[in-house]
């Protein structure tokens, strides 16, 4: 299933290859301060294909937080954060906010609550290895 994706003007759009079709996408509502404020409500699969497209770099920020694990990518025009990439050795692995997701039935998504407070950084980078996109392409960065 290919799935579309943007933040709100736009800048940063994305296309998900989803194999094989879903019959439901994972919706994991993160606990912290950062999502809760961002609606941050991430889903993945390792078997996807995620092909993102940044329009104007500047209008591009990333954040990231103590473990310099991840980069939130947020557009500055819209305060989108459409998502969250993560380098492990070399390779970039992505999650994507669900709330960016274009023409996708509600009932699709089965919502999860996470809270990852307390992962050491080993056991975080095995989750992102295990769960995240693991192709990713973006454009313009």
């Known amino acids: 299933m ?20 879903p ?3 994972p919706a994991w509502a993160c606990a912290c301060s950062f999502c809760q404020a961002h609606k941050g409500v991430w889903t993945s699969s390792p078997s996807a294909d995620l092909k993102v497209k940044i329009s104007n ?49 509600p009932t699709l998504l089965k919502y999860f609550h996470s809270n990852f407070d307390g992962e050491s950084v080993e056991e975080r980078t095995e989750r992102r290895r295990r769960n995240w996109i693991a192709n990713v392409s973006i454009n313009g960065l």
């Open 57 to 105: 770099l500047a209008l591009l920020t990333r954040h990231t937080f103590g473990t310099r694990t991840a980069e939130f990518l947020i557009c500055k025009q819209c305060e989108d954060t459409p998502l969250v990439t993560s380098e492990i050795d070399g390779r970039l692995y992505a999650v994507v906010n669900i709330h960016a997701l274009q023409g996708i039935s």
């Open 2 to 21: 290919l799935i579309t994706g943007q933040c709100q003007c736009g800048n940063v759009s994305f296309n998900l290859e989803w194999l094989p079709d």
């Open 23 to 25: 019959t439901r996408i």
